[in-house]
């Protein structure tokens, strides 16, 4: 993972509300996502997620959606977006997502349950939204065949190991003294 290990290092560091975040193109679409890291990325994905008899990729909104978008195509596994905005639909399924530095509601449509899915996220930081996710998915009665993320923030709270889900990453880091550390270059299995 050369181009996602360095583009880490290369990140700039932010603080909100006492939170100390890293500022990269897969996290926040800043700077621009280039096409090769992506790639790289999708590729990582595909050889660490198990894919067998996967219904479809549920990944929360927004940043999420480019991610998993590329792994769709290289896959052929459609992808089911968990947004932040109310639809009323029938089947719907409210969800409280909190995180290091916000807290908001976001909506679950169009999974049913004895589906078998793939979620798929940007960022392992505090836990607080894919905890939130796969506690959703397991009431819906989906069954969560497995679950990456592209980059842990180590160290902290991690409401998704609490919860007892396991959570495959790529790579995994932490913010010492304002700048990226890289922890573990080939993340979990």
Do not use: C, W
């Amino acid at each position: 993972m050369d181009q996602l290990k360095q583009s880490l290092l290369e990140a700039p560091i932010i603080e909100k509300n006492g939170y100390h975040y890293f500022v990269h193109p897969i996290s926040d679409g800043i700077p621009k996502l280039e096409s090769d890291l992506l790639r790289e990325i999708v590729v990582r994905i595909t050889r660490k997620a198990d894919l067998e008899d996967v219904d479809r990729i549920v990944t929360p909104a927004a940043m999420g959606i480019h991610i998993s978008t590329a792994v769709s195509l290289m896959t052929d596994i459609p992808v089911t977006v968990i947004r932040k905005r109310e639809y009323g639909l029938e089947g719907e399924v409210e969800i409280s997502q909190q995180t290091g530095y916000s807290e908001n509601e976001m909506f679950i449509n169009d999974v049913r349950e004895g589906e078998r899915v793939l979620v798929i996220d940007d960022v392992l930081s505090t836990g607080g939204t894919l905890a939130a996710v796969l506690d959703a998915l397991d009431g819906i009665g989906a069954e969560v065949v497995d679950t990456v993320a592209v980059i842990k923030k180590a160290g902290g709270e991690n409401k998704v190991d609490e919860a007892g889900y396991d959570v495959k990453t790529l790579i995994n880091v932490d913010v010492v003294d304002g700048e990226v550390v890289i922890v573990d270059e080939h993340g979990d299995d």
